[in-house]
């Protein structure tokens, strides 16, 4: 069973999703909220496998509250909701450390496969639509601390080569099964570096690992 809380300051909005959610058999609506200090302290005392977090609310937005249920160490993983494809929050959002993000106007069924891909650890966003957002927003990117070369940062020190070179890729954009078939290794192997790279970075998910990518620019932006 998938516990979810929904955040979003309009209540229509969270009837909707609500009557969705609870239309299942494998999900239970632990609660809603209107902002992001009661997501925050919702979080704390329910424990939801996922929130659903909109961005824009008043007093703290979603991205903050994000920050504060991820930094906090909790289990809970959180599914933004944007109105926009390429919401200029949403890339904060994903730095705050959200899992993926999903259109509002997404289809039933999209929604409630994103809180299941959610709740068992993936990446809501698939690859490619991941680079093209991280494009669009390069310039949101935090000037390093000081000069450092391509692979030079210390989160990839206990990378191996073909872990260094497996992660490049995924900031590219590549999908396991391209991984695999471009370097020619099994699938479950590629799964099994994968999971090795976000374990040693401390990335939560794939698009974690695409973010760290990036800001340690062994991928520059296109």
Excluded: C
Aim: avoid cysteine.
């Amino acid at each position: 069973m998938t516990t979810v809380l929904i955040i979003d300051d309009q209540s229509l909005q969270r009837f909707g999703f609500r009557m969705l959610l609870e239309s299942q058999d494998d999900m239970t609506v632990l609660g809603e909220a209107g902002n992001g200090s009661e997501a925050v302290r919702m979080t704390a005392e329910l424990h939801p496998d996922v929130v659903l977090m909109d961005i824009r609310m008043p007093g703290l937005d979603g991205i903050e509250a994000t920050r504060r249920i991820v930094s906090s160490g909790a289990r809970t993983r959180v599914l933004i909701l944007t109105t926009f494809d390429l919401d200029e929050y949403a890339y904060a959002g994903l730095r705050a450390g959200a899992s993926g993000f999903l259109i509002k106007d997404a289809q039933p069924e999209e929604l409630l496969a994103g809180i299941r891909a959610v709740a068992t650890g993936d990446a809501v966003v698939a690859p490619s639509l991941t680079r093209r957002l991280l494009d669009a927003y390069a310039e949101h990117l935090p000037a390093p601390d000081r000069e450092t070369a391509p692979g030079g940062d210390p989160r990839l020190l206990s990378l191996t080569d073909r872990e260094r070179e497996i992660l490049t890729v995924i900031g590219q954009g590549w999908t396991n099964a391209e991984i695999s078939a471009r370097l020619h290794l099994a699938e479950s192997t590629v799964k099994t570096h994968v999971s090795r790279i976000l374990a040693k970075t401390g990335s939560r998910d794939r698009i974690q690992a695409v973010i760290l990518a990036y800001d340690t620019k062994l991928v520059q932006p296109s």
